[in-house]
C-alpha cells in the first residue's frame, strides 16, 4: 500500500508564499513523474506542474514564473514553491505520483489528500 501526504497549505495574503510538500511511502519501487494538481470550488482538477524522473518540468501557463516544483528522489518526495501568490491561486492542492510496486510489477497512479491554500487579497 502507498500512501502520499502533504504538507504546507495554509492562509497567506496576496504576494506571499507558501511550500507544499507531499512524500510517499509504503511498497515502493520506483517513483517515476510526480506533479501538483488544484481544483477550487465549482472547477476541474488541473495541473499545476510536473516534474519527470529526470527532472524535466512543466507549468499551467497561470503559474510560470512564480511556482517552482521539485523532487527529492531519495526521500520520494516532491515540493511546490509558490511565490507572488494570487487570489485565484486560491484551491485545493493535490500531490500525484505514479510508481512502480510490487517489485515493480505494477504501475499505478497515487494521489495524496488534498491540502488547502487560500489566498486574501
Known amino acids: 500500500q502507498v500512501q502520499l501526504v502533504e504538507s504546507g497549505g495554509g492562509l497567506v495574503q496576496a504576494g506571499g508564499s507558501l511550500r507544499l510538500s507531499c512524500k510517499a511511502s509504503g511498497s515502493i519501487f520506483r517513483v517515476t513523474d510526480m506533479g501538483w494538481y488544484r481544483q477550487a470550488p465549482g472547477k476541474q482538477r488541473d495541473l499545476v506542474a510536473s516534474i519527470t524522473s529526470d527532472g524535466s518540468t512543466n507549468y499551467a501557463d497561470s503559474v510560470k514564473g512564480r511556482f517552482t516544483i521539485s523532487r527529492d528522489n531519495a526521500e520520494n518526495t516532491v515540493h511546490l514553491q509558490m511565490e507572488s501568490l494570487k487570489a485565484e491561486d486560491t484551491a485545493v492542492y493535490y500531490c500525484?505520483?505514479?510508481?512502480?510496486?510490487?517489485?515493480?510489477?505494477?504501475?499505478?497512479?497515487?494521489w495524496g489528500q488534498g491540502t488547502q491554500v487560500t489566498v486574501s487579497s
Open positions: 500525484k505520483m505514479f510508481a512502480f510496486v510490487g517489485g515493480g510489477l505494477s504501475y499505478l497512479a497515487y
